[in-house]
């Protein structure tokens, strides 16, 4: 009984060790571009591959998105101010990531 919790404990092992991998701009647009993020609070966000984003909260707010670097950048109309984050992801979980440290979640979909 002790040999199968052992095995079983090892197999788990990597997937509970699966760690927030940070992306790179390559791997940004890789993830983003064409896909759908769900948030908790039941918002979501599309990314298209000519740059608009898509904000729902019951209503559409369209912006745009863009990278510098390895960050991941939006503006949402009027403002012209251009908010950047880092972003990493865990499996189909994604998280944005300020400057200051603070983070949003969400799960990817196509």
């Given at each position: 009984?002790?040999?199968?919790a052992l095995v079983v404990a090892m197999l788990a092992?990597?997937?509970?060790?699966?760690e927030w991998q940070t992306l790179d701009g390559a791997a940004i647009t890789a993830a983003l571009s064409g896909h759908v993020v769900h948030y908790?609070?039941?918002?979501?966000?599309?990314?298209?591959?000519d740059g608009q984003t898509i904000y729902n909260n019951g209503r559409d707010s369209l912006g745009h998105w863009a990278l510098r670097g390895d960050l991941y950048c939006s503006v949402w109309p009027p403002s012209d101010i251009w908010a950047c984050y880092g972003v990493a992801?865990?499996?189909a979980q994604?998280?944005?990531?300020a400057?200051?440290?603070?983070?949003t979640?969400?799960?990817l979909a196509p």
């Open positions: 009984m002790r040999a199968l092992g990597p997937a509970l060790a699966e908790t609070d039941g918002t979501q966000q599309s990314f298209k591959p992801v865990q499996g994604v998280k944005f990531i400057g200051e440290g603070s983070a979640e969400g799960v």
